[in-house]
């Protein structure tokens, strides 16, 4: 019997407390019961954010929340500027144009994220009503600056909409501070849950511009959202046994403190960073994200490391998409792990090269994973 651990980048793993919790008696929602439950999952999303803004909650995916900000939000009329350096940028791009808008689509190569100096040349053109930025892009494991971009965008009539799917409770995050009107998440990376539900946290900024849109959506118009939530309800039949997971997750969370989770994913990420090169491998992403770690297999290795390491390790990663299929793996820092899963990880990513046929010195690059992970708090 071998142990299976979850090293993707979602769905993570799901710590047991959380599990039990999701596992007790169900309830109705209409009743003081769950709009308590609610109300206070509401305001520990807030401190997660680091936003006074309410945090809306629908019974879905990252890309529900994604697609209920574009359809609700985004001033019509006007030009969207969309950062695609990876599958969920090209994602966003698509939804945008199912709702009709005009899309300034910015591809950028692999492993390279958009700049606040590109932003910042688009948008001083005018024409523009808002920006799509995939904050850490899961397919690339690349991370975007995000408080630059908001810099540009802040003090101007131009919406920021973050897709903060990989990177809310796995990097910093400062949603007021910054200057960012949506972010939008999924339940299933940083916050040790199921798939099941997406939550948007929405600006003043962002709400004034949305009372000119007539937006053409029925379950995702997240103006019915924000009028339950004032009464800490929903509009629609809720997943309640997920809410209920999510406040048990937020305590957790809350019980380690959100930043120093941050350095934790951090120094994580730089040990699986190290660990991988000192083994003669290399990083794909040329600006790392810390939540998701990318590797290019060596010469003679493809996606059947990725089959070994699960049936005889036990350890699940990621493979490549696109172009990159059967040419990289991804490793999961986010959520549920810590850096003895590192450590064990590694040595498996060692010993499975190894029974391929690559050149590998068994121990050195756990070793040099070591020595980063030796001041971890």
């Known amino acids: 019997m071998i142990k299976q651990r979850m090293f993707t980048p979602g769905p993570t793993d799901v710590p047991a407390e959380v599990l039990n919790e999701m596992a007790l008696p169900i309830f109705h929602h209409r009743t003081e019961q769950f709009r308590k439950m609610f109300g206070a999952v509401n305001e520990s999303l807030k401190k997660l954010l680091f936003t006074k803004n309410d945090v809306l909650t629908l019974a879905g995916s990252g890309t529900a929340a994604m697609e209920a900000a574009i359809g609700t939000l985004v001033p019509r009329g006007k030009k969207v500027l969309v950062a695609n350096g990876g599958k969920f940028g090209e994602r966003w791009a698509k939804v945008a144009r199912v709702y009709g808008l005009e899309v300034d689509e910015v591809k950028q190569e692999w492993g390279t994220a958009i700049t606040p100096e590109q932003v910042k040349a688009k948008i001083s053109a005018g024409g523009y009503g808002a920006v799509i930025i995939t904050h850490s892009e899961t397919s690339t494991a690349t991370v975007a600056d995000v408080k630059g971009i908001a810099a540009i965008t802040r003090d101007t009539d131009v919406l920021l909409l973050v897709d903060a799917i990989t990177s809310a409770g796995a990097l910093p995050l400062k949603q007021d501070e ?91 990420a730089k040990a699986t960073r190290e660990g991988c090169q000192a083994m003669g491998l290399k990083v794909y992403s040329r600006q790392p994200s810390d939540s998701v770690t990318a590797i290019w297999y060596p010469p003679g290795v493809d996606d059947a490391f990725r089959k070994k390491l699960k049936s005889k390790y036990g350890c699940n990663v990621a493979g490549g998409q696109d172009d990159i299929t059967g040419k990289v793996f991804r490793v999961n820092h986010m959520g549920w792990t810590d850096p003895l899963d590192t450590l064990g990880l590694l040595a498996a990513v060692e010993y499975t090269l190894a029974e391929l046929g690559a050149k590998v010195e068994i121990g050195k690059g756990v070793a040099a994973a070591a020595r980063v992970l030796k001041d971890w708090a």
């Open 178 to 268: 910054w200057g960012i009107d949506v972010i939008g998440i999924g339940s299933q990376k940083a916050l040790m849950l199921p798939p099941g539900l997406a939550l948007v946290s929405v600006s003043p900024k962002a709400w004034t511009a949305a009372e000119s849109v007539k937006a053409p959506v029925f379950y995702l118009n997240l103006k019915a959202y924000r009028k339950s939530l004032a009464d800490s309800d929903v509009p629609y039949t809720p997943a309640i046994t997920l809410i209920r997971g999510l406040a048990k997750a937020l305590s957790m969370i809350e019980a380690v403190g959100i930043e120093k989770l941050w350095a934790r994913i951090a120094i994580m």
